[in-house]
């Protein structure tokens, strides 16, 4: 398997808690727990990872919770 290499948010300022992705050529993203560097690996398909991340952006999961 090719190495993946992870990046993390700069929004993250430089703790642990969050997590990392990998964008590899090809039609999967790779998403890791900073903190477990090791550990498993989630993926999904690149189509979905996109449409996710422009869900967030877009604000489509700002819950009003007060």
């Given at each position: 398997m090719t190495?993946?290499?992870f990046k993390k948010s700069s929004?993250?300022?430089g703790n642990q808690n969050c997590?990392?992705?990998a964008l590899p050529a090809g039609p999967v993203s790779h998403?890791?727990?900073s903190?477990?560097?090791d550990g498993p690996t989630l993926?999904?398909?690149r189509e979905a990872h996109t449409a996710?991340?422009?869900a967030v952006a877009a604000g489509e999961f700002?819950?009003?919770l007060l």
């Open positions: 190495q993946l290499t929004y993250s300022g997590v990392e992705v998403i890791r727990d903190k477990d560097p993926t999904f398909p996710f991340i422009t700002d819950f009003d």
